[in-house]
Structures are given as C-alpha cells and as structure tokens.
C-alpha cells in the first residue's frame, strides 16, 4: 500500500516555504526539522525519516505545482545561487557561476526543476505534479 502525503503548491511561494511545508508533511513527530537544502531533501528521501520512517513506498502529490514552478523559478534560483557565490569559503564559485550563467542564459534548471529531478532519483517516494 503506499501512503500519500499532499503538498499545496500555492502555499510555496519561495524555498523557504517550500520546506516549511515539508517539515509540516514529514516532520511534525520529529524533534528537529530539515533545513532548506537539496541535500537535506536528498537525505530525507534517502533515509526515510520522520513520517517516512517504516514506509517501503509513498506518493508525494504536488497540487498547484505550476504555482511552485513559478515561485522556484528563473529568479529565485539566480538569487538563491548569488548567495552561495557570497560564500566562497564554503561553496565552488567557478561550478556556481557556471550553473548561474547557464540558468541566465537557458532559463534552467530551476529550484523547482533541482526539487523534482531529486525526487526522480529516489524510487522510494513518488513524485506526482498536479
């Protein structure tokens, strides 16, 4: 059987919300929360915590999605890798300046495009657009 847990894709409206409402899907029975990163997404889909923990599979249903992809598009995704270029102590600015050179000229991948393709490399959790 798999669970389905349902995301209001309006309610996203910038990365921060967007894991806010992660945390608020999978997170409310944990005492900590995801941070706004892909790669705590990546980990919670890896290793099935919070309300994944003992799942085999779940379906993760996107409603509003294209209001997500609006809100996690071309614009935030410039602005959230412009801040990793103000960390260069901590980030790879040449691959960075890359990845934002290639989403000002080809429009992507977006935040929202990064979210579904680490959503495609896990077979635990579905990821289904509505």
Known sequence: MTTVFTLDGRAVV????????LNQLFMQQETWQLGA?????????????GALAGIDHAT??????????????????????????AQPAVFNTENIQRQLQT???????TYFERIVQVFADHTRVTLQLA
């Open 103 to 109: 989403l000002l000229e080809h429009g992507g991948p």
């Open 37 to 49: 990163s892909l790669d705590a997404l990546d980990d919670l889909l890896h290793a099935g915590h």
């Open 14 to 21: 910038d990365i921060t919300s967007f894991y806010a409402q």
């Open 60 to 85: 993760l249903l996107w409603q509003h999605s294209a209001a997500s992809a609006r809100a996690l598009g071309v614009e935030t995704t410039a602005q959230w890798l412009r801040a990793k270029l």
